[in-house]
């Protein structure tokens, strides 16, 4: 191209860097800085684009697109109100460390710092909730830095990231300068173990008698499924997820102890608590997961392998830090004991060890009081489950709804489980699931929500009907801020201060108003029935459920008490 380099619009670079990118799909909404990019995607046959109807649910989206396929999920916004009502989904995507690149507009260059219209300092306001932001400058740096936010949301230990395009960057000419390769001074994941750590690891593990495989997210985000499995199997260790590790290990497996923390299982805390080493993996030890913090595993030297340094040692003391991509040092694991006497000796020798979480399983098994005339969430939740056979892809809003889903449904496989962890943002699970459902269009996608979380991004009803994704709401509409409530009812003595939600609409009409379908359960023998109708249906179909609003999550570990002091049904 030398001496004749085609010069082409800012627009006109973002939008072929994003196709170049592999970029499929962006959800997005347009506004007055961002003109001249709608301008140029209408041209453009290569980039989907999803028009929301809230720049949150935009986010959301992507968030969900990047949680059910692997792949990085694309925002676009406009500059001010914009912008800014993308910040809940960026803090969310931060916190779950999923890999996702919001665009947004910017006033242009010369304007920035003047106050001008539908200005905000997106850059300074998501500076602490991004794993990286840019404010391009100049034409000729946009594709550059479309690769480089590609690069840095995806590897590592994934995460958010912004870039703010001012209209000028936009609307002014430049030649299109993709670079073949990423590099950045300062950012060198280390994706390898060290081996000698990972040896005195597993000597560690193999000297122990009562070990337990602590899961979270990164196992999903690494895509290590199967070599964790690989491993638990090899040495016969029970495993047990976090909230965010749903999936990262089959639930029907007979090593899986379900989830621990907060609304574990009683055998997933009680194991934990008495073991006498953890391996934890893609996890970080998280205050709704360790409750009281000095009483946490008190026996228990711990291994901590995470790509991402700064989350070991953070929370707790760790005896062996591995840092590294779980996919290289779980195959470096299963290297040392694959196929070796000591793991056939350790098997047996730790049997003991799996008896007794069987027991405590046995005593303390999942369960809850059924009831013939209140509709249980538990029971609509073992509904869903059996009707998708498990092979749904589930979100979920924030609360009771949220317990209820990762409790009684059992995830298999990994990507099949959304939901927000970290920053529990309620009104996440319907627009994650339309996201999911943009990336996997073949698949059974449910949203199982809360009266209160559903009504957070109800609009995005207009969304899931105009590009007719046919995600399943399920509503487990107990008429009140279940999970809130709850609180109040243990610790607050049972004042029920602005929990009661007594102006629900009729979600029935609500979705027929939007074009959607609505179904509605009041009783136990109907639940099956209706939730059927509401799968067959075709497009989006809102299923609204009446539960028993006094229903209660257990177990529950008191904020900051110990794992050991459950309250059990
Ligand atoms: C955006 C946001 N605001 C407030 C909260 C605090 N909060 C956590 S759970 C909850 C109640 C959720 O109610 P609902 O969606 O009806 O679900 P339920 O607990 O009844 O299943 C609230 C208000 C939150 N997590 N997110």
Redesign the pocket.
Known sequence: MKGDAVKMTGAEIFVKALADMGVDVVFGYPGGSVLNIYDALFQNTKVRHILVRHEQGAVHMADGYARASGRTGVALVTSGPGATNTVTGIATAYMDSIPIVVFSGQVPTLMIGNDAFQEADIVGITRPCTKHNYLVKETKDLARIVKEAFYIASTGRPGPVLVDIPKDVLTGVAEYLMPKEVKLRGYHPNYEGHPRQVESAMRLVLEKERPVLYAGGGVILSESSAALKELAHILGIPVTTTLMGMGAFPGTDPLCLGMLGMHGTYFANMAISHSDVIIAVGARFDDRVTGKIDEFAPHAKIVHVDIDPTSIQKNVPVDIPIVGDLGDVLKKMIKLVKGTKEATAYRGKIAPWRTQIRTWEQTHPLVYKPSKTKVKPQYVVEQIYELTKGDAIVAT?????QMFAAQYYKFDRPRTFLSSGGL????YGFPAALGAQVAMPGRLVVDV?????IQ?NIQELATAVQYRLPVKVVI?N?G?????RQWQELFFQGKYSQTCLPQIPDFVRLAEAYGAKGFRATKTDEVRQVLRKGFEASGPALIDIATDPNEMVYPMVPAGAPLTKMLLV
């Open positions: 809003e924030v609360g009771q709804n529990g943002t309620m009104g929500a809360g009266d209160g979380s957070m487990l107990n009140t801020l279940g999970m809130v």
